[in-house]
């Protein structure tokens, strides 16, 4: 079992920057993937990004990528998500996610979840 609390949430202007992170407790985290996901008003869970356990591979959202970064440190027992050049579309409920059985993209696959964090970006 691992449990997960985000952090980093907040409120931010157009083009700023935000850092969130993923506290992680209980066993086997350095074993599991990592992923990003987010919630927007009204909308469904939205794949951001995954770092694999093995070799900490990335991969992004199209929306993601070159603004968004993913980190695992499995010495803390954290993950974390860089986000620069906020837009008003990324205001959403970030969610951190570990252990995927199946499509990394596929919320449902994915085992271990936190709270979330808010993350609101004004115009």
């Known amino acids: 079992q691992v449990q997960l609390v985000e952090s980093g949430g907040g409120l931010v202007q157009t083009g700023g920057s935000l850092r969130l992170s993923c506290a992680a407790s209980g066993r086997n985290f350095d074993s599991y993937s990592v992923a990003w996901f987010r919630q927007g008003p009204g909308k469904g869970r939205e794949f951001v990004a995954r770092?694999?356990?093995?070799?900490?591979?990335?991969t992004y959202a199209e929306f993601a990528q070159g603004r968004f970064t993913i980190a695992k440190n499995n010495a803390e027992n954290t993950a974390s998500l860089q986000m620069s050049s906020l837009k008003p579309e990324d205001t959403a409920v970030y969610y951190c996610a570990a252990y995927s059985t199946g499509s990394y993209d596929r919320a449902e696959d994915w085992h271990y979840w936190g709270q979330g964090t808010h993350v609101t970006v004004t115009s």
């Open positions: 770092i694999r356990w093995n070799d900490l591979g990335t």
